[in-house]
């Protein structure tokens, strides 16, 4: 096992590479977001509910699913090593990989507990997996929910009064919130395709890893 740094490279953090995997501690974004040893990671072949996204009981109240999913994966994987097997880098800039965790896949485990759902559009690796949870009805599959990529589609255009919280990123890769009648409030323009994003609450914002603005 070789210490190498990846900053001449890649511009990420020092991490630990043994036969192509990356290795590191999970801090968790989101549920299906990591960063493993300092690198952004998204978990490969699932998708799982939004930080600012609700579903319905079975009295139809909303709730945060989306908040509670990321809690219970922090629960469960924040702070333990993952080994992860880079498979391809996604447009926000993320590499994408499956991991393991405990030498269980963590993609995997997170299905079957109705934590995330398999997105077949990149890989039909666990509809088994969800096909399982669903028989079961455990995690989100005891509630209604909408599935995450639909959720996104829904919300391209979250400039609402509700969210109007700007998650800029800067030219130096920092990620800066600023909120109405802050200084550059006005002239911050949000391009989704790089990864930025309007947030209903300064909450949501820490929570995605986001910093407040300092004017």
């Known amino acids: 096992m070789l210490r190498i740094c990846l900053a001449f490279v890649l511009l990420l953090p020092c991490v630990t590479l043994a036969a192509e995997r990356l290795t590191g501690r999970v801090h968790v974004i989101d549920a299906d977001t990591w960063d493993v040893g300092g690198v952004r990671v998204r978990l490969y072949g699932i998708d799982a509910p939004e930080l600012d996204q609700t579903c319905q009981d079975a009295k139809g109240s909303h709730w945060p699913c989306g908040a509670w999913v990321t809690q219970e994966v922090r629960q469960q994987f924040q702070g333990k090593t993952a080994s992860c097997i880079p498979l391809d880098r996604d447009r926000y800039d993320r590499i994408v990989a499956n991991c393991t965790v405990g030498a269980q896949d963590a993609a995997d485990q997170l299905v079957r507990q109705g934590m995330a ?28 929910v909408k599935v995450p990529w639909v959720h996104r589609t829904a919300g391209k255009s979250r400039s609402s ?11 130096k890769g920092d990620r800066i919130y600023h909120r109405p009648g802050q200084n550059f409030y006005t002239k911050t323009r949000i391009d989704t395709s790089k990864g930025e ?12 890893g986001w910093r407040a603005s300092r004017r």
């Open 117 to 144: 759902f398999a997105y077949r559009k990149y890989s039909s690796n666990y509809a088994g997996a969800e096909k399982n949870a669903k028989a079961r009805r455990v995690g989100l599959h005891q509630q209604k």
């Open 161 to 171: 009064e509700a969210c109007r919280i700007k998650g800029n990123i800067s030219a």
């Open 197 to 208: 994003r309007w947030f209903c609450s300064a909450a949501e914002a820490r929570a995605a």
